[in-house]
């Protein structure tokens, strides 16, 4: 029987009563919060400026004077695999540590791999250096992914948790915009030598990013790991001062929590335990999550993967004017996920999901039969996937919303690892194999079919979400998959 104490441990037998889950939901938006978000969220800027600053600087260092022996092709094929093959890694690697160790160790950790790396790029004395820090800086980066999802959301009220999650996600596009605008800058030699203005333009980020480590010191341990892991007390007492700091800033007392919850204390969770419950007990689940990691990641890599090849060859923009075309859709992409966001949270998971997939790859459908045609432009052709790219975007951004609040606690960073982790795969190595050839061939009709297959699975994701997408707005976590410590082992043949 729960106590009226928040916290009560009862002595030798590890079981734990809380309201912690409760209080933290409940919670008015404050100074706090935002410290959250800022602390957490706009590292997701500086990887939008990494993966578009390379991109934008592959014609320069293979240039004779740039300082390294490398060619274009080499840059946006070789080191663009190993950016996709660390990254993979670092998310199945970091996301095991951070169910283990806790959320905020492992965020300053990635973080530090990140702004190294990347300092050590800037200094790359020969190709082989360079991809291997280009492996390294996505290792930091897909552990990012997995330790910052997972405490955005342990950490946000749920009544905010959607609309936050989508345009934290989404502002990788901020620093994409960032990113194409600053390259034109850096790579105008008359500003400076073609061998310094790339070195510079990574600098920048290690600049960036050591201001974000700076703030994000700050940014606590998951209340819900804790308890969970036996730190019931830390847990108390930082929900209690979080608590005391919002009264004092909103004048006034907060409403009651809405439960409690009792659990069984648990050092850790072993990784079989962690497959069996996402892959047996949460099937359905889980093939959501591949569904809608796949479709967005091939969708992306049908636009995105050949953007300057195609304005170039079909429509004759100078390949040192991509950048602003870019920028155009980068904010289109922005825009998404900051303008729909709330409605995830007021409309519905299951329609909004459902309903940007959909609608996203439709559109690009339809931009696939008009440049079939040749009713387009480069300005209307960039139009085109500004629009498709603003709900495709926030969808995009609600995959790691999915998979970040569907399975139970424990799971958590493992699953967004996981699903982060297939979906960079299929757009990263898959994607480029499927969609070189066809945007480089300088045939309309193989650019149309590239759209098309990334239409084709997106608007198939859609599909799956409008079937089995979970009702999960305004809900707890708890509420949504109960911990795995909060209940017995679930029995086998058990479908959630």
């Not at 970091?94 to 702004?115: E, H, N, S």
């Not at 930091?140 to 999802?149: C, D, L, T, V, W």
């Not at 069996?276 to 990691?293: I, P």
Request: include cysteine; hydrophobic fraction near 50%; charge should be neutral.
């Amino acid at each position: 029987m729960a106590t009226s104490d928040p916290l009560e441990a009862t002595a030798g037998t590890g079981v734990v009563t809380t309201s912690v889950p409760a209080r933290l939901d409940r919670l008015p938006w404050s100074r706090w919060h935002w410290m959250i978000v800022i602390g957490l969220g706009t590292v997701w800027i500086l990887d939008g400026l990494e993966v578009t600053v390379v991109g934008n600087i592959a014609g320069r260092l293979a240039e004779e004077g740039s300082g390294l022996a490398i060619t274009s092709a080499q840059v946006t094929g070789i080191a663009a695999a190993l950016y996709v093959a660390g990254a993979c890694s670092g998310a199945l690697f970091f996301g095991w540590l951070t169910d283990r160790y806790g959320r905020k160790k492992l965020f300053i950790i990635t973080l530090a791999v990140y702004l190294g790396a990347t300092a050590l790029t800037a200094l790359s004395f020969s190709s082989w250096w360079f991809f291997a820090c280009r492996f390294l800086t996505g290792f930091g980066i897909g552990g990012e992914y997995a330790a910052i999802n997972s405490a955005i959301d342990e950490l946000i009220p749920s009544k905010y948790r959607g609309r936050i999650d989508l345009i934290i996600n989404g502002s990788f596009w901020l620093g994409a915009v960032g990113g194409s605008l600053l390259s034109i800058v850096m790579l105008d030699t008359s500003v400076f030598p073609a061998d310094i203005g790339w070195r510079l333009t990574f600098a920048l980020g290690v600049v960036f990013g050591l201001v974000i480590l700076l703030v994000r010191r700050h940014v606590p341990e998951s209340p819900r790991w804790q308890f969970i892991h036996g730190q019931g007390d830390k847990a108390e007492k930082l929900v209690g001062e979080v608590e005391e700091e919002i009264r004092a800033e909103k004048g006034t007392e907060l409403p009651p929590p809405a439960g409690e919850i009792t659990i069984h204390t648990r050092r850790s969770i072993g990784f079989g335990t962690i497959a069996h419950t996402v892959f047996s007990h949460y099937r359905k689940r889980a093939v959501l999550g591949l569904a809608l990691f796949i479709g967005q990641a091939f969708l992306y890599n049908a636009i995105t993967f050949g953007f300057g090849a195609i304005l170039h060859r079909f429509f004759d923009v100078p390949t040192g004017s991509t950048g602003y075309y870019f920028a155009v859709i980068a904010v289109g992409n922005f825009f998404g996920p900051l303008l729909l966001g709330r409605f995830f949270d007021t409309v519905g998971r299951r329609i909004m999901i459902s309903g940007t997939y959909v609608l996203s790859g439709l559109l690009l459908f339809g931009t696939a039969w008009l440049f079939d045609s040749g009713r387009l432009t480069a300005a209307t052709l960039t139009a085109c996937w500004c629009v498709v790219l603003f709900f495709a975007s926030a969808g995009a951004s609600s995959a790691y919303l999915t998979v970040s609040e569907i399975f139970p606690m424990e799971t958590r960073a493992m699953a967004i690892a996981f699903f982060y982790a297939i979906g960079t795969a299929a757009g990263g190595i898959s994607g480029p194999l499927i969609f070189a050839e066809l945007t480089e061939s300088g045939v309309v009709a193989d650019t149309v079919l590239a759209f098309q297959i990334g239409a084709s699975l997106m608007t198939l994701a859609g599909l799956v979400a409008a079937f089995l997408a979970v009702p999960a707005e305004r809900r707890s976590l708890e509420d949504i998959a109960a911990p795995l410590s909060a209940r017995p082992a679930p029995e086998p043949g058990r479908r959630a």
